[in-house]
């Protein structure tokens, strides 16, 4: 499927798969919602200083590692 038929979501909908308020851990990145609800490093929808349920396209810059690491998540949808 490529990323123009993944379902939309506003960022109000994001926000709520933060592993909190719904079971589901979402972030997103570069207009790409992505599910990491199976990752240990995502448990509790936190991962060191970043929060679930937002966009990390900023936050990315001073990770240690690449965006490469979306790759081993399902894409859920586009954030609008």
């Known amino acids: ?3 123009e038929n993944l379902t ?3 960022k109000s909908q994001l ?3 933060n ?3 719904k079971p589901e851990i979402w ?3 570069k207009g ?3 599910d990491v609800s199976e990752s ?3 448990k509790k929808g936190m991962h060191y200083e970043h929060w679930a349920g937002q966009d990390l396209t900023e936050e990315l810059v001073d ?3 690449t965006a490469t690491v979306f790759e081993r998540f399902k894409k859920i949808g586009r954030i609008t």
């Open 19 to 21: 592993g909190q308020d």
């Open 1 to 3: 499927m490529s990323d």
């Open 32 to 34: 790409i919602i992505y």
């Open 40 to 42: 240990r490093l995502w």
């Open 15 to 17: 926000a709520l798969r």
């Open 63 to 65: 990770a240690p590692h």
């Open 8 to 10: 939309v979501y506003t």
């Open 27 to 29: 972030v997103g990145y």
